[in-house]
């Protein structure tokens, strides 16, 4: 209020709106992820006799997660260039680097094994599992790398839980 009564409204700088948006937005993405990969895993396990919402979820997960990616690309191309730097060992790279080069792996050998089962119209054994004695659902190659796949995103999850709802897009 100024000295005679009139009110006076002041404008807030636009960053201060849009961080929250974006983080919003983050978070969003987060959420989504969460929820289609349990989505891709509930249908399978649910209606196992058909695969189509199975395979329409995990679409979805893979676009989310380019998605994902591409809002984290400054953090990817610094932990990259950790990776790349680490062979001359002066230096060696960080945990978060190598935790998310491998979660990246475990993904994409989810995917390679989903289409690999998707064109040949049936699960790929992988025999050398059964005569070790892994039981018989997990030596399907995809079966067994989404599961662990499944337990490498929960850790990652857990360990990063606090940063999942407040990160912020670069």
Not at 10 to 28: G, N, V, Y
Not at 82 to 97: D, E, I
Not at 140 to 154: R, T
Request: proline share 4%; with cysteine.
């Amino acid at each position: 209020m100024i000295g005679d009564g009139r009110a006076v409204m002041t404008q807030t700088p636009l960053k201060a709106t849009a961080a929250p948006a974006r983080e919003r937005r983050r978070w969003l993405v987060h959420l989504a992820l969460i929820v289609t990969l349990s989505g891709s895993l509930l249908t399978l396990i649910y209606l196992s006799h058909s695969i189509t919402l199975h395979v329409v979820f995990g679409v979805a997960f893979m676009a989310l997660l380019c998605a994902h990616l591409y809002q984290r690309r400054r953090t990817v191309a610094s932990l990259a260039r950790q990776l790349v730097r680490a062979k001359g060992r002066s230096r060696a790279p960080s945990r978060l680097a190598v935790s998310d080069t491998i979660l990246e792996l475990f993904i994409l050998n989810v995917l390679v094994s989903g289409i690999v089962d998707g064109l040949n119209h049936q699960a790929t054994d992988v025999p050398f599992l059964a005569s070790i004695g892994f039981p018989p659902g997990l030596v399907q190659w995809h079966k067994l790398a989404s599961l662990v796949a499944v337990v490498y995103v929960i850790v990652h999850v857990i360990r990063r839980r606090a940063r999942l709802r407040h990160s912020r897009i670069q």
